[in-house]
């Protein structure tokens, strides 16, 4: 008996699965810094040689400090610039090869529709109070049939502590007009006193005409008297 409940024990810490942040790099040749800034050196080899993550790889995630994520990398931790990597989400779940093939409709090799290999994935992020020279990014992925998780967000360079951020899920009503559930936050030193002003709801972003970008269509800042410019943009 005392062997038999041992067995499944075990049976049900293999099968539930915690859920973690983790950074994934996109570039090739990123360099890993030793603080959160240009300014400070970058990680090298015994060597002096600079140490590159590999495109693809999954680090983990402690912070996010200006425009880097802090990750462990080797037990070390070190910064990645977040204009070459992004957030996401991962199981810790050790899934048998049946589970596996299971879930690979929904990977990016197949099972995709082509307008939803256009829209899962990396997209350029903006908010004009922000800027429409430099972007932030929202990771699109897919969840379900017609389901899919939506985070991203774009911090100022010129104005400490600006930003705005998305996450929440995405409905497609047609190629051009996507409907967002969930909370968008934004900061902007003249708006509303320079403090945040949090939005939750439904919102709708439309692409119009020849735009490369989905556009929230709820433009009236509901803090201050201003007209927001929430901004998505089609995959290059």
């Not at 067995?7 to 996109?26: H, Q, R, Y």
């Not at 800034?37 to 993550?53: R, V």
């Not at 070459?84 to 596996?100: P, R």
């Not at 049939?145 to 100022?156: A, F, H, M, T």
Request: contains cysteine; aromatic residues 12%; charged residues 20%.
């Amino acid at each position: 008996m005392k062997r038999l409940i041992l067995t499944l024990l075990v049976a049900v810490v293999c099968c539930v699965g915690a859920m973690a942040t983790v950074v994934i790099v996109d570039g090739t040749n990123v360099r890993f810094r030793l603080g959160p800034s240009t300014d400070y050196a970058i990680l090298t080899n015994s060597k002096g040689q600079p140490i590159y993550p590999k495109k693809g790889a999954s680090l983990t995630y402690i912070a996010t400090e200006g425009n880097f994520y802090k990750v462990n990398y080797n037990g070390q931790d070190v910064y990645i610039s977040r204009d070459f990597c992004h957030l996401s989400e991962t199981s810790s779940q050790q899934y048998s090869s049946s589970a596996a093939a299971s879930s690979s409709k929904y990977s990016s090799s197949g099972g995709l529709t082509p307008f939803e290999k256009k829209l899962v994935g990396k997209h350029m992020l903006s908010l004009q109070w922000i800027s429409w020279d430099y972007f932030g990014s929202c990771q699109i992925t897919k969840e379900g049939d017609n389901n899919y998780r939506c985070v991203g967000e774009q911090l100022s360079r010129e104005n400490q502590g600006d930003f705005v951020r998305i996450d929440g899920y995405l409905s497609v009503e047609s190629e051009k007009h996507l409907v967002f559930n969930g909370k968008i936050v934004m900061k902007i030193y003249h708006i509303n006193g320079g403090n945040e002003c949090v939005r939750e709801g439904t919102f709708n972003f439309v692409a119009t005409g020849k735009r490369k970008y989905w556009r929230m269509q709820e433009m009236d800042n509901p803090c201050d008297q201003a007209c927001d410019y929430v901004d998505i943009y089609f995959k290059r």
